[in-house]
C-alpha cells in the first residue's frame, strides 16, 4: 500500500515561510516523479511545482511561485520538500502532495497516480 503523508502546514503572516514535507511509504522512492498541487476554496486543483527522481535541477514552477517556493527531495529518506517564503495571502490553499511513474506533462494533475491527504496553509495578511 503506497502512502504519502504531508506535514509541516500552518498560519503564518503574509511575508513568512513554511516548510511541507510529503513522506512516502509502501514502495521506493526512486523512479517516480514527485509534485506538489494546491486547492483553495472554490477553484480547481493547480500546479505548484514538480521534481523528478533522476534530477533535483530539473525542477518546474509555476509562475506564481517561481522565486519563492523551492522544491527538493531526499531518495535516501524516501521525502520531498516544499520550502515556501514570501507567502501572500494568495497562497492560501490545502497542498497536495503526488507521485506517477509515467513520463509527460508533469504540471498534469490527472497523471498522478498517488496522492496524499492535503495539509493546510493559511496566509493571513
Known amino acids: 500500500q503506497v502512502q504519502l503523508v504531508e506535514s509541516g502546514g500552518g498560519l503564518v503572516q503574509a511575508g513568512g515561510s513554511l516548510r511541507l514535507s510529503c513522506a512516502v511509504s509502501?514502495?521506493?522512492?526512486?523512479?517516480?516523479?514527485m509534485a506538489w498541487f494546491r486547492q483553495a476554496p472554490g477553484k480547481e486543483r493547480e500546479f505548484v511545482t514538480s521534481i523528478p527522481w533522476w534530477s533535483g535541477r530539473a525542477t518546474n514552477y509555476a509562475d506564481s511561485v517561481k522565486g519563492r517556493f523551492t522544491i527538493s527531495r531526499d531518495n535516501a529518506k524516501n521525502t520531498m520538500y516544499l520550502q515556501m517564503n514570501n507567502l501572500k495571502p494568495e497562497d492560501t490553499a490545502v497542498y497536495y502532495c503526488a507521485s506517477k511513474v509515467v513520463a509527460g506533462n508533469a504540471r498534469l494533475a490527472d497523471e498522478y497516480d498517488y496522492w496524499g491527504q492535503g495539509t493546510q496553509v493559511t496566509v493571513s495578511s
Open positions: 509502501g514502495r521506493t522512492f526512486s523512479g517516480y516523479t
